[in-house]
């Protein structure tokens, strides 16, 4: 009997931790890789899907294809509900229970709302490719009820869209909103102007991107002002409901009148750290990732590791204090890379390393011809914005991606919505027209 | 004030009535064009949508995008709830109305269960995105659950795909899942053999495409079978729950045990025919269309014109007996043409004109390398099957995708399929797995 190794989840780090299995020695263990979903996702380009620019199977790969050659890994399509760590085995939500002698947890993070899940329903965040339709679903029948509208003040409240949240994916969203108010849609309307849409970005904190360099932030803000987005910093929500929202500011209280937010404020880790700490005892941090060992295995628990976003996990190097790890999909792949060589060293005897993150920079775009890159180089950090920063990103985003033909087809998406500004993905599957709103006259 | 145009419906015949006021003469009339979704559909590739081939913004471009450059035209998402002939009116869902000098209904049609509409929860049809969405979700999570599943009977059940109704749809939704069992998943799942999955074609008359001529039919139900599907016909369906289905034959009562039963039987005009009934008296024929005068007027009320699969409409050649009117897209396409011309006339003074159907053939596919051609020539029919006819297929259906960008990523969507038989878009936004199942021990 073979040693089996489960794996929850199958983003970047889960992915590669299967993956690290493959080859000369592949066939020392069994491989389980049980996800809720049944493709991976690359996640960096799902605002694309939610702003139509992309289809979703252009970033999603079925998981099974993914392992169709590797032939120690079997793909279960399920959702774990509960770790029995002393038993070793692993319960889905429909009674299916899983065996296994090394653990890899890595099954991600979720939106947080800071307590107020009330406002989920207002302000849908991004993290699945049905938040992303409804995201889309959103935005595009929001200009549809604009077009119907008569009443200047509710037309304005239903042009106007708010991104929460001034990291990576609002300013990704924010930027592509204006960019498909002002060129897109432009000219498909006949009566309203969707160039005076108004994309506002709300930020609780001092700057947009905050991981990034002060100066590149400030860029960052510049690019984002000159696409036509509305930047609001040290702005706090402080309520959300079906007509737009509430903000404290430095000016005082503010009301924003919107029909379209999106919630890109808070990242909360996957519920499955709770049912880790239950089963282990382990800590749980702040945002509820799971505290791990150096090598990235749970306190008295050497066969369970924790991975990627689920994990408040640390670099070592040796003669220096351990650093966080951010919440990065480098992050997330070398610690995938890390857990799986840890188990095969166990499996030989060896003595276990503890995880190290090579970091090699950050980057982040805004819009069309827009972005900031931060890298590590050996002769010190490479920064620059602009046009040159977006190829980079651009080129660095298609390269990662999974298969060759989402290479090609994203490409060529992206060539066509840069010559036309066309964005062929602008469809809505379901309108959702049941509900009623109160009669109108209007003149056909 | 220009002469108000309202088009109900933008499929092949609404979109077609549109265009044909663009141009010169365009700015006589003023057209709004309202429909229940935000795209207009090519339809005849909805069903490699539902088997994983295309992505739905493929075959679905947004309806305003198309009417950009003509200004005359106005569109509007919504959905028609009442018309008043006299008023000349007609009132969407939400209470906003709609005034028209000229009115066109192309509302299309929709699935039929011959009053057993509980069926359709356990048989879905395929006319909309969404329904193409639940198929796919529905044939692989079959896949999916086959691999999680112990129970030899049940796994069988799993394994088995019936398609009711041999009609075009059928045919090619039946040709299309035995190629996904036998090529596309083969490799993939490490429990189950997905070539051992059985695809069933259930019909209730004796021959597959029953408006091809008997020896393409014939041709048609070989191909079938090479490609893997069993062929039943003279087989009525009797019942359907999440079971499986219970079927007459000829031999007596039969059973077949499916998770997942597609239902491509029966064709029903859009319930806007009842509403065009009660508003003006006209006749509907027994599939609820409408039967529309030889202009496809509705009798007393000639600014009221029916076209497409909601008219039971007739052909008009003069010295002939008039000839019904097939429901295929060139069907609809002409008399959108016609209804559009015969508003002109209208407009002009001069007299309006009967509905003539140019007949050039039939076509179908059955799946790969396999078609039936049906052409009328001046020298007689023409009529071929297998490899050529479905090139003459192929070329055919991407000649008529809307939009150059569409034509070019379905040419390289089918030619990555056509040599690796991988289908790009097998993915399944919502797994649904909040259903719970009864418990199973697994081995991981």
Partial sequence: MRPQVLIIGCGFGGLEAARAFSGSGAAEVDITVVD?????????????????????????????????????????????????????????????????????????????????????????????????????????????????????????????????????????????????????????????????AKVLLVEGGPRVLAAMPEALSERAREQLVALGVEVKLNARVTGIDDQGLDLTTAGGPERLHSRCV???????????????AEATGCALDRAGRVVVEPDLSLKGFPHIQVIGDLAAAQSHVAGREPKPVPGVSPGAKQMGRCAAANIKRRLRGEAIQAFRYSDYGNLATIGRNSAVVDLGTPAGPLRFSGYFAWLFWLFAHVYFLIGYRNRFVVLLDWAWAYWTYDRGARVVANAGLSEASPARDVKA
């Fill in 36 to 196: 809720k979903t049944n493709h991976h996702l690359f996640q960096p380009l799902l605002y694309q899907v939610a702003t139509a620019g992309l289809s979703a199977p252009s970033i999603a790969a079925p998981i099974r294809h993914l392992f169709r050659g590797q032939r120690n890994v079997t793909t279960l399509l399920g959702e774990v509900a509960g770790i029995d760590a002393n038993a070793k085995t692993a319960t889905l939500k429909d009674g299916a229970v899983l065996r296994w002698d090394h653990l890899i947890v890595a099954a991600g993070a979720t939106h947080s709302y800071f307590g107020r899940d009330d406002w989920a329903q207002h302000a849908p965040g991004l993290k699945t490719l049905e938040d992303a339709f409804e995201i889309r679903r959103r935005v595009l029948l929001a200009f549809e009820a604009a077009e119907r509208e008569d009443d200047p003040a509710r037309r304005a409240a239903l042009m106007q869209f708010v991104v929460v949240g001034a990291g990576p994916t609002g300013v990704e969203l924010a930027g592509t909103f204006a960019e498909i108010a002002r060129h897109t849609l432009s000219g498909e309307f006949r009566r309203i102007d969707p160039r005076q």
């Fill in 262 to 276: 999106v919630w890109a404020a808070g990242v909360a880790a996957s519920p499955l750290g709770r049912v880790l």
